[in-house]
């Protein structure tokens, strides 16, 4: 009788344990593990990053977890009040945040979170179910509340100021305005719209962020001030050369020229250890990962399935690409790390948070109403 009732109770809890989707899981783990051997040789010389990781990593799975047992009609109902709180809790970290390294990011609730992290999945959250409230009839009114849905929390981060969480968020409200239907024309219309008003941004950006395109530009004329991350950051991937130095044995990395060599920088320390051809793997698996998302975007069942998954996705794209590009001194130096593969515990969750709901979405797409 024992026994039949323990594989009853298996029955029922199995759904649960097997949500997880098999190519998306693998791709993760993949990046994982090729983080973790590079965060071990990155973090010679700092005890305990490697284990941090370890348990970072152990609640990212979690937090997957519970999100993929999620189902996207429970999405739909809870965008509204998440879109909300991470508004108000960025609003108390305008009146009350912790200031640290001259950013006001932080909230303290026993222990400091950084809400703009939350908004990165809140944002395409309130996008993707505003316009699946309005699918059929969308006006040029729609677009124009989906972009001031955007701007004010853009508007609360770029103040902190925190410019690489800002450019994240708009690029996933973006992707789902975007992919909502927004015309070329209005699109094209936009990138002059933006062109134009470059002068009047340039004004209004801090005088750091401004040092930080000029640093961009030509590195050398600040070299051991502004210019050294980008200085010692291509030195790095370029000394990698096809092959690399070999685990372990990066000089920049553990002489310490890499500055945050296990957060923002921990491409350079693969680059210089791993080299192109360890790039290339890296590329591919980045790669796999964002085709796995857009094909679970294009085979999601409804039109809010579609713009979440495509801006999760989106998400993971942009993380790759602007850290990729900021190592290698093609993008200005704004603070975004490398997924999967950056020591971290909020960026992590918030990773996990977005694979769980690519999860959810293939899981559930048969259970969804068209």
């Given at each position: ?6 594989r ?17 899981t ?19 010389g ?25 189902t ?10 998440a ?14 945040g ?15 979170i ?91 950006m ?43 044995h990066?000089?920049q ?87 999967f ?7 992590l ?11 959810s ?10």
């Amino acid at each position: 009788m024992r026994i039949n009732e323990r594989r009853s109770l298996w029955r029922r809890m199995r759904p649960y344990f097997t949500v997880f989707d098999g190519p998306l899981t693998l791709i993760i783990l993949a990046l994982l593990t090729v983080g973790l051997v590079t965060l071990y040789s990155a973090s010679i010389g700092i005890p305990g990053k490697v284990d941090d990781q370890l348990r970072n990593i152990a609640m990212c799975f979690f937090v997957m977890w519970v999100v993929a047992n999620i189902t996207p009609q429970m999405m739909m109902r809870i965008a509204v009040p998440a879109y909300v709180l991470a508004v108000a809790l960025l609003v108390a970290v305008a009146l009350f945040g912790t200031v640290k390294l001259g950013a006001r990011r932080w909230l303290h609730i026993g222990i400091d979170i950084q809400p703009s992290e939350f908004m990165k999945i809140a944002m395409p959250l309130m996008l993707a179910w505003f316009f699946q409230q309005r699918a059929g009839h969308l006006t040029w009114h729609s677009y124009l509340i989906a972009a001031v849905l955007l701007a004010i929390p853009v508007g609360l981060i770029a103040k902190q100021p925190d410019l690489g969480t800002a450019l994240l968020v708009i690029m996933a409200g973006f992707c789902v305005i975007f992919l909502a239907g927004l015309s070329w024309k209005a699109l094209a219309a936009l990138v002059v719209l933006i062109g134009a008003s470059l002068p009047v941004v340039w004004t209004m950006m801090h005088t750091y962020q401004r040092e930080r395109v000029m640093t961009l530009i030509d590195p050398s004329t600040d070299p051991l001030g502004k210019g050294f991350h980008i200085i010692q950051s291509t030195i790095a991937v370029g000394s990698g050369g096809i092959t690399g130095k070999g685990w372990t044995h990066g000089t920049q990395a553990h002489l310490e020229f890499i500055p945050e060599r296990t957060t923002d920088f921990i491409f350079a320390v693969f680059s210089e250890e791993f080299g192109l051809a360890g790039n290339l793997v890296l590329m591919l698996l980045y790669l796999l990962l964002i085709g796995r998302g857009l094909m679970i975007a294009a085979g999601a069942p409804n039109f809010f399935t579609r713009l979440l998954a495509g801006a999760v996705t989106m998400i993971y794209f942009t993380y790759a690409f602007v850290n990729m590009g900021m190592v290698s001194g093609i993008v200005p130096v704004v603070g975004v790390p490398l997924p999967f593969m950056s020591y971290g515990g909020t960026a992590l969750l918030t990773l996990g948070l977005g694979g769980g709901i690519l999860m959810s979405i293939q899981r559930h797409r048969k259970l969804v109403q068209t």
